[in-house]
């Protein structure tokens, strides 16, 4: 009966506490901010079934932003529609299929309910999550169908560069010549200020997945919107058989106003930008102020990052300890058992509150660290 397995990170769209620092998303737009004063195209729009494939303009505007063509891309319910789909028509039961952790569960949950045989490639917070190619080498074989991997990941926002993925490509073309990489890029656009933006994985390589959504860049997880970009025809065909045989289709009403999104996506993105860049040096600075008991890895994109309580600092049981506190604070933060990484390091997300009250959030964290840390000493 138990075919999913139970994660408390569900508890992240149940109630959410007075300061969720547990959230990986910036603020949520509002409908209005996707509209022109003129209701009249969503009033008289008919609601009706939508296509299999996806909106046709809504593909266009997808493909523009990750330069390919509108027919390398399929509309999904989510991001997790489109990896659940790519993990149910690549690997049988039995199938081999390499991943990293940690990392966000439902993506390694959908290799293990369809039955992959899964190996893992451990991130390690000491190399700053970034992969160790002998290691991938070691779990890679000629049984492979897909390698899972997000960047910038999550719960570390840590990215790959561009030589590292070609690199991963290599690799599997040499020992495991049928599989796929799937790249997980959901923060990919969600860069600091004016940081650069690199191009999208999905252009490396026919071999290569890249599937994203609207939920963590775009700021509208409630338009169950993503997407699923392949330049192979085949599996282009059988994830839209498999949309067609899972959903039928998207709600029409998602994709117009994801359309509207697309149309604004410049500005809205810019606007988190620069929000993004703010709760980053807010969190540095409260790193560097807190040097005694916490260590980071700077992410490279996205609203989160991973923080780890130092052991010099932190027993087990004080470790234990924080969690208590820092819920009596009334912060709630990512653990890392959520993930599978230790106890002792935790998501931190710097996106979605205000500044004023994500100040105030960490002046409670600090409150917890600094509690648990003496209180065992």
């Known amino acids: 009966m138990a075919r999913f397995p139970k994660n408390d990170i569900i508890s992240l769209i149940g109630t959410a506490p007075r300061y969720d620092l547990g959230e990986s998303v910036g603020p949520n737009l509002r409908l209005n901010d996707l509209l022109d004063g003129s209701c009249q195209q969503i009033f008289g729009m008919e609601l009706g079934y939508g296509t299999a494939e996806g909106n046709a303009e809504l593909r266009t505007a997808i493909a523009e932003a990750h330069g390919v063509g509108p027919d390398d891309v399929v509309v999904t319910v989510g991001g997790m529609h489109a990896l659940f789909l790519i993990a149910f028509i690549l690997c049988e039961r039995g199938d081999e299929a390499v991943t990293a952790s940690p990392q966000f569960p439902l993506a390694r949950n959908a290799l293990d309910v369809v039955g992959a045989n899964v190996r893992t490639l451990r991130l390690s917070f000491d190399r700053g999550y970034q992969p160790n190619l002998a290691d991938l080498r070691r779990l890679l074989s000629d049984k492979t169908k897909l390698v899972s991997l997000a960047s910038p990941q999550n719960p570390s926002g840590v990215a790959m560069s561009e030589k590292t993925m070609s690199e991963i490509l290599g690799l599997m073309a040499d020992i495991a010549p049928d599989a796929y990489l799937l790249m997980d890029e ?37 338009l169950r919107l993503g997407w699923a970009i392949t330049r192979d025809p085949a599996l282009r065909e059988q994830l839209i058989l498999g949309k067609f045989n899972t959903v039928i289709s998207c709600s029409p009403v998602d994709e117009l106003f994801a359309l509207r999104l697309f149309r604004e996506r410049e500005r809205i993105i810019d606007e988190r930008r620069l929000r993004l860049a703010q709760g980053l040096a807010s969190t540095s600075r409260w790193v560097s102020r807190n040097e005694a008991f916490v260590e980071w890895v700077r992410p490279n994109a996205g609203a989160i990052c991973c923080v780890r309580l130092k052991s010099s600092a932190f027993d087990d049981d004080a470790v234990t300890r924080f969690y208590k ?12 058992t959520w993930f599978g990484e230790d106890a002792r390091v935790f998501r931190l997300g710097f996106g979605l509150l205000s500044m004023s009250k994500f100040d105030a959030a960490l002046n409670g964290l600090s409150a917890a660290i600094t509690r648990a840390a003496r209180e065992g000493a």
């Open 325 to 336: 506190f820092v819920a009596e604070e009334g912060v709630r933060v990512g653990d890392g």
């Open 186 to 222: 959901t923060y990919h656009e969600a860069a600091y200020g004016h940081d650069p933006v690199g191009p999208s994985a999905a252009k490396l390589s026919p071999k290569v997945i890249s599937c994203a959504s609207l939920s963590k860049c775009h700021g509208a997880p409630g």
